[in-house]
């Protein structure tokens, strides 16, 4: 049996899976919590990192590695290749403004013409031009600009500060994937290149793409180091020198990750054709698509994916807190109020939620609030409100597949994950709200799977085609005067 490790860096946690690479059986796992926090000093994930391959029971038997991980985060480096400040993570919205001033300088029909997105305050280069703004000597001392996974596998591999690892800071051995980079706003989805104009206006300092593997390309002292972006197939390998020093014995392939929800397609083997609808906290709806897209409003960014192919992607805020919400106001749990979901038609009465309790990100209405429509004596049920308080959650993640529909990408399955997913009365709602077969896999670490099967892919030379096996599978039951209410009502 050979074995691979799939990791999943996220906001939260890193867990750690090692697995079969024929198979995709887990065989063992381990995990390490996150610091909250919107900016995180990056040793903290390398110190979970290390504490998850151990209780994973370490790496020795691994024959290839993969880390998947939280898109967006600016990591800095300077020339010692130490840290400049705290990593800024995707949820750290305080460059809002910087990314308004981009899209003013650039344009969003231009921005989406050469990215692929629209810049928001989540990507990378909105980070970097607020450090430019308002803290210009950290700007200044930037001699590379890594995402979190590719900072992560830097330092698995064995480098870092002169300090920390005898091989020192060699700049030119950061490596990335293309599904991570395409969230930068200056990597383009559409081309497969980094934009290094677009970089510069975002810190105002020009760059260069790291050199091949194992050659550290002197720069000129203002030029910024981006990681190398590998192929899903490529990957680096740990030398004799390198494995003296790293985590990793010599011969150990390491591929060039994901980010997260390109690694969740990855590990449920989603294929063109394929939705997947995350349904978390905040909630993601992304397809694997054939081809790329560019939308000038913003609303959906035109990622890569993990595979070759691309992932347009809408995320949502109101998700799973919706059905909380619900839950809560009715007095049940969740059970109850699938049970009392499912005791009413579809349509729920004519009761509609429209569910931006948060504001919404997409449409983008940050000043929004919840709004319940349709109350007449008899719709003012129990029953009708649990049912409207899941169709209306679903009813705005449905308006995300939408917009990525609109621009040509064909939709024919659904895959739903997330802890909602897993409530019954959400996925029967769900086959009926987007008229699609629903498919809910079995709960799993689906980012650090997918991390493992780019590690199979790497170690084999081609992608594994591993069995997910579903939790429940449903057949399209398209109600379209649930959708139709619901837009009547937004």
């Known amino acids: 049996m050979r074995l691979v490790a799939g990791?999943?860096?996220?906001?939260?946690?890193?867990?750690?899976?090692?697995?079969?690479?024929?198979?995709?059986?887990?065989?063992?796992?381990?995990?390490a919590g996150h610091p909250d926090g919107t900016e995180v000093d990056p040793a903290a994930w390398w110190s979970a990192l290390v504490t998850a391959v151990d209780e994973a029971g370490g790496l020795d038997d691994v024959a290839a590695i993969s880390i998947g991980g939280q898109q967006h985060g600016l990591v800095a480096l300077d020339t010692e290749g130490r840290v400049v400040r705290d990593a800024l993570l995707w949820n750290d919205t305080r460059s809002a403004g910087a990314a308004a001033d981009l899209i003013a300088e650039v344009g969003a029909d231009e921005y989406a013409r050469r990215t692929g997105v629209v810049p928001?305050?989540?990507?990378?280069?909105?980070?970097?031009?607020?450090?430019r703004d308002h803290e210009p000597d950290n700007a200044a001392r930037i001699a590379a600009v890594a995402l979190p996974h590719d900072w992560l596998t830097w330092?698995?591999?064995?480098?870092?500060?002169?300090?920390e690892s005898p091989l020192g800071p060699v700049l030119d051995e950061l490596v990335t994937d293309a599904s991570d980079a395409s969230g930068t706003a200056y990597f383009s989805a559409l081309t497969g290149e980094y934009d290094l104009d677009v970089f510069e206006r975002a810190l105002g300092r020009s760059a260069r793409v790291a050199g091949p593997a194992g050659v550290d390309t002197p720069a000129p002292s203002r030029e910024v180091v981006l990681p190398r972006v590998l192929m899903p197939h490529e990957s680096v390998t740990v030398d004799a020198e390198t494995a003296e020093v790293s985590t990793l014995h010599a011969g150990v392939l390491v591929a060039g990750g994901a980010g997260d929800n390109a690694a969740a397609a990855l590990g449920l083997g989603a294929a063109p054709g394929d939705v997947v609808v995350s349904i978390g906290t905040s909630g993601t709806v992304f397809a694997v698509s054939e081809h790329p897209v560019s939308d000038a409003s913003g609303t959906v960014a035109g990622f890569a994916d993990a595979?070759?192919?691309h992932l347009p992607l809408v995320a949502t805020l109101n998700a799973a807190r919706v059905l909380d919400a619900g839950a809560r106001l009715l007095g049940v749990d969740h059970d109850g109020l699938a049970e009392l979901a499912l005791a009413a038609e579809p349509g729920a009465g004519g009761l509609v939620l429209r569910p931006y309790f948060e504001g919404e990100r997409t449409p983008n209405l940050p000043d929004a609030t919840a709004t319940l429509s349709g109350m007449t004596l008899a719709s003012t049920t129990r029953e009708n409100l649990a049912r409207a308080?899941?169709?209306?959650?679903?009813?705005?993640?449905?308006?995300?597949l939408d917009a990525i529909t609109s621009l040509g990408v064909p939709a024919e399955r659904l895959l739903l994950i997330g802890g909602a997913a897993r409530?019954?009365?959400?996925?029967?709602i769900a086959a009926q709200v987007f008229g699609l077969p629903v498919v809910v896999p079995h709960p799993g670490e689906y980012v650090a799977l997918g991390a493992a099967a780019q590690a199979s892919w790497a170690l084999n030379g081609e992608r594994p085609q591993w069995q997910i096996e579903s939790h429940a599978d449903l057949p399209a039951d398209p109600r379209r005067e649930i959708r139709t209410a619901y837009a009547a009502a937004r």
């Not at 308080?389 to 995300?400: K, N, P, R, S």
Request: with cysteine; glycine share 12%.
């Open 7 to 31: 990791v999943d860096s996220s906001t939260q946690s890193c867990k750690v899976l090692i697995v079969d690479a024929a198979t995709g059986s887990i065989v063992r796992e381990g995990r």
């Open 120 to 131: 928001v305050a989540s990507f990378t280069a909105t980070k970097l031009r607020w450090v």
């Open 155 to 163: 330092r698995l591999r064995g480098y870092g500060p002169s300090d």
């Open 307 to 309: 595979a070759g192919f």
């Open 389 to 400: 308080v899941i169709e209306g959650m679903l009813c705005g993640l449905a308006d995300g």
């Open 423 to 428: 409530n019954h009365a959400v996925s029967a």
